[in-house]
């Protein structure tokens, strides 16, 4: 756990599993969530080795929060800092909604350090049903109340299935969104002010080189599989993947299935990169 500064802002990052490596992986957070959400993914990625970062963007939870909008670029150059200080050459990119619109345009404007991105529920560009979606949840950060924030915009982001299955887990985690940092709901209102006037990036994916891996849940009603289809299309030999009965938050609602796509996604880049034609 480390804050690293960077043109005058405090970047929260932790680096896990073998500092000395010369694999790395980096998990770029979605809008609402922190470091603490990638604790299902990271350790199985350390047992093979690899050189693990995770930190929050600016505006995110443990990072500083100036006022904004912020950029895509501004957060794709703080993560090239923070892994230049931390001496990585090269990373393979995992990166779920924000994470992942953060991760396309680290690999265009960075495509030297970018092994490969994997893009996980994320988007290139808006339509109306969306810009209406975050536009109700800036509303919600106006409230002040993180729990009522939570309560508010849970239906717009976990599959039925989900919702149905873990009511009593989702009710304690509106609890303890109270506690949260006085600033939380602040930071939250800037990033969204950030995706909506800086997300579209469709025109300039083909600037995209490294292999892709793009994954969408079937079910998402917030960035539906249409969007994820758009990335893939743009995006040289992108391999694209649905989760059935999935939400937006892949990461939590298909743990073990997206965690099993990952592994055999950045595996298979290791192998070629050896010259192995029989992986």
């Known amino acids: 756990m480390a804050i690293l500064s960077i043109d005058g802002s405090s970047i929260y990052y932790e680096v896990k599993g073998d500092i000395a ?60 800092k923070l892994f230049e200080h931390c001496d990585i050459k090269d990373v393979h990119i995992v990166g779920t909604s924000y994470g992942g619109e953060v991760a396309m345009r680290f690999a265009i404007d960075y495509p030297q350090m970018t092994k490969s991105i994997s893009i996980i529920d994320s988007v290139s560009e808006l339509d109306e049903v969306l810009t209406h979606a975050i536009n109700n949840w800036i509303i919600l950060t106006q409230t002040n109340n993180p729990e009522i924030f939570f309560k508010g915009m849970l239906s717009s982001i976990y599959g039925h299935s989900y919702l149905e299955k873990n009511k009593v887990m989702l009710e304690q985690r509106a609890k303890v969104m109270s506690k949260l940092p006085h600033d939380y709901l602040k930071g939250q209102k800037i990033l969204y002010d950030t995706f909506l006037s800086d997300v579209t990036i469709t025109d300039e994916l083909h600037k995209i080189t490294c292999p892709t891996l793009v994954v969408c849940g079937e079910d998402d009603i917030l960035k539906p599989v249409k969007f994820s289809k758009i990335i893939a299309d743009n995006i040289k030999q992108a391999e694209f993947v649905t989760l059935p009965d999935c939400g937006h938050v892949a990461i939590f609602e298909k743990s073990e299935e997206l965690k099993s796509l990952l592994l055999g996604f950045i595996i298979k880049q290791s192998l070629i990169e050896k010259g192995d034609d029989h992986y």
Do not use: C, R
């Open 21 to 80: 490596s010369n694999k790395t992986i980096a998990f770029f957070n979605g809008v609402m969530a922190s470091t603490s959400s990638w604790e299902m993914y990271w350790p199985t990625f350390k047992k093979l080795g690899y050189k693990v970062i995770v930190h929050d963007f600016l505006g995110q939870l443990k990072s500083d929060k100036p006022k904004g909008p912020y950029s895509f670029k501004q957060h794709a150059y703080q993560a090239m």
